[in-house]
Protein backbone atom coordinates (compact mmCIF):
# COMPACT_ATOMS: atom_id res chain seq x y z
CA UNK A 1 0.00 0.00 0.00
CA UNK A 2 1.00 3.72 -0.42
CA UNK A 3 1.61 5.51 2.17
CA UNK A 4 0.18 9.05 2.73
CA UNK A 5 1.48 12.39 3.76
CA UNK A 6 -0.96 14.02 6.59
CA UNK A 7 -1.25 17.66 5.87
CA UNK A 8 -0.48 19.45 8.93
CA UNK A 9 -2.99 22.33 8.20
CA UNK A 10 -2.09 24.25 11.28
CA UNK A 11 1.59 24.39 10.89
CA UNK A 12 1.18 27.60 9.16
CA UNK A 13 0.98 30.79 11.21
CA UNK A 14 -2.19 33.29 10.06
CA UNK A 15 -1.67 36.63 10.03
CA UNK A 16 -4.65 38.26 11.45
CA UNK A 17 -5.36 41.77 9.76
CA UNK A 18 -8.64 42.86 11.79
CA UNK A 19 -6.90 43.87 15.30
CA UNK A 20 -3.88 45.84 13.30
CA UNK A 21 -6.64 47.92 11.28
CA UNK A 22 -8.30 48.25 14.48
CA UNK A 23 -5.44 49.81 16.18
CA UNK A 24 -4.26 51.63 12.90
CA UNK A 25 -7.68 53.39 13.37
CA UNK A 26 -8.09 53.90 16.92
CA UNK A 27 -4.42 55.59 17.08
CA UNK A 28 -5.42 57.99 13.97
CA UNK A 29 -8.52 58.98 16.10
CA UNK A 30 -6.26 59.15 18.68
CA UNK A 31 -3.85 62.03 17.33
CA UNK A 32 -6.67 63.61 15.25
CA UNK A 33 -8.65 64.28 18.35
CA UNK A 34 -5.75 65.54 20.67
CA UNK A 35 -4.17 67.41 17.90
CA UNK A 36 -4.69 70.97 19.24
CA UNK A 37 -5.14 73.98 16.33
CA UNK A 38 -3.01 76.25 18.64
CA UNK A 39 -0.10 73.68 17.62
CA UNK A 40 -0.77 74.30 14.31
CA UNK A 41 -0.99 78.16 14.26
CA UNK A 42 1.74 78.54 16.37
CA UNK A 43 4.03 77.17 13.88
CA UNK A 44 2.87 79.11 10.56
CA UNK A 45 5.34 82.40 9.61
CA UNK A 46 2.99 85.54 7.93
CA UNK A 47 4.17 88.12 6.66
CA UNK A 48 1.42 91.03 7.25
CA UNK A 49 1.78 94.41 5.09
CA UNK A 50 1.87 97.10 7.00
CA UNK A 51 -0.68 99.83 7.70
CA UNK A 52 0.54 102.61 5.73
CA UNK A 53 1.22 100.54 2.95
CA UNK A 54 -1.40 101.52 -0.37
CA UNK A 55 -2.57 98.71 -2.59
CA UNK A 56 -1.05 98.93 -6.32
CA UNK A 57 -3.66 98.84 -8.95
CA UNK A 58 -3.04 95.92 -11.50
CA UNK A 59 -4.69 94.60 -14.47
CA UNK A 60 -6.66 91.65 -14.24
CA UNK A 61 -5.00 88.38 -13.81
CA UNK A 62 -6.80 86.59 -16.52
CA UNK A 63 -6.71 86.37 -19.73
CA UNK A 64 -9.12 85.78 -22.34
CA UNK A 65 -8.42 85.14 -26.21
CA UNK A 66 -10.65 83.75 -28.95
CA UNK A 67 -9.75 83.30 -32.39
CA UNK A 68 -12.07 83.30 -35.34
CA UNK A 69 -11.74 83.46 -38.96
CA UNK A 70 -11.66 87.10 -39.09
CA UNK A 71 -9.38 87.97 -36.61
CA UNK A 72 -9.06 88.35 -32.46
CA UNK A 73 -11.23 88.80 -29.68
CA UNK A 74 -9.35 89.85 -26.39
CA UNK A 75 -11.53 90.08 -23.34
CA UNK A 76 -14.70 90.80 -25.40
CA UNK A 77 -12.91 93.54 -27.38
CA UNK A 78 -12.53 93.10 -31.13
CA UNK A 79 -9.30 92.76 -33.15
CA UNK A 80 -10.11 92.87 -37.05
CA UNK A 81 -8.52 94.10 -39.83
CA UNK A 82 -5.07 94.32 -41.43
CA UNK A 83 -3.48 95.47 -37.94
CA UNK A 84 -5.36 93.14 -36.02
CA UNK A 85 -2.15 91.01 -35.27
CA UNK A 86 -0.09 94.21 -34.60
CA UNK A 87 -3.02 95.30 -31.86
CA UNK A 88 -2.86 92.04 -30.81
CA UNK A 89 0.60 91.53 -30.31
CA UNK A 90 0.76 94.92 -28.46
CA UNK A 91 -1.80 94.48 -25.65
CA UNK A 92 -0.25 91.13 -24.77
CA UNK A 93 3.37 93.33 -24.83
CA UNK A 94 1.76 95.76 -22.51
CA UNK A 95 -0.03 93.11 -19.91
CA UNK A 96 3.16 91.37 -19.98
CA UNK A 97 4.79 94.45 -18.36
CA UNK A 98 2.89 94.13 -15.45
CA UNK A 99 2.12 90.74 -15.03
CA UNK A 100 3.84 87.67 -16.86
CA UNK A 101 2.24 84.92 -14.75
CA UNK A 102 -1.19 86.39 -16.05
CA UNK A 103 -3.70 83.06 -16.86
CA UNK A 104 -4.02 82.96 -20.81
CA UNK A 105 -7.20 81.23 -22.52
CA UNK A 106 -7.28 80.81 -26.14
CA UNK A 107 -10.69 79.64 -27.72
CA UNK A 108 -10.60 78.63 -31.20
CA UNK A 109 -13.71 78.39 -32.94
CA UNK A 110 -14.02 75.23 -35.68
CA UNK A 111 -13.46 77.83 -38.48
CA UNK A 112 -10.20 79.94 -37.45
CA UNK A 113 -7.00 79.59 -39.40
CA UNK A 114 -4.82 77.14 -37.27
CA UNK A 115 -1.87 79.97 -38.28
CA UNK A 116 -3.38 82.16 -36.08
CA UNK A 117 -3.55 79.87 -33.20
CA UNK A 118 0.60 79.89 -33.95
CA UNK A 119 0.90 83.46 -34.27
CA UNK A 120 -0.74 83.51 -30.54
CA UNK A 121 1.15 81.33 -29.23
CA UNK A 122 4.66 82.55 -30.84
CA UNK A 123 3.72 86.27 -29.33
CA UNK A 124 2.96 84.67 -25.80
CA UNK A 125 5.67 82.81 -25.99
CA UNK A 126 7.78 86.00 -27.09
CA UNK A 127 6.16 88.24 -24.20
CA UNK A 128 7.36 84.97 -21.98
CA UNK A 129 3.89 84.33 -20.43
CA UNK A 130 3.73 80.40 -19.72
CA UNK A 131 0.15 80.04 -17.90
CA UNK A 132 -1.56 79.52 -20.89
CA UNK A 133 -4.69 76.90 -21.85
CA UNK A 134 -6.16 76.35 -25.27
CA UNK A 135 -9.31 74.84 -26.31
CA UNK A 136 -12.21 74.49 -29.03
CA UNK A 137 -15.42 76.53 -28.36
Do not use: Y
Not at 125 to 130: D, G, L, Q, T, V
Amino acid sequence: MRSRKRRHAGSLAKLEMTPMIDVVFQLLIFFIVTLSEQDILSHLSVSRPQADQTPRSTPDTLLTIQIHRDGWVVNGRALTGTQAQEQLSRQLTRLASFNRDISVIIQCTDDAPHAKLIQTLNICAREEMSNIAVFSL
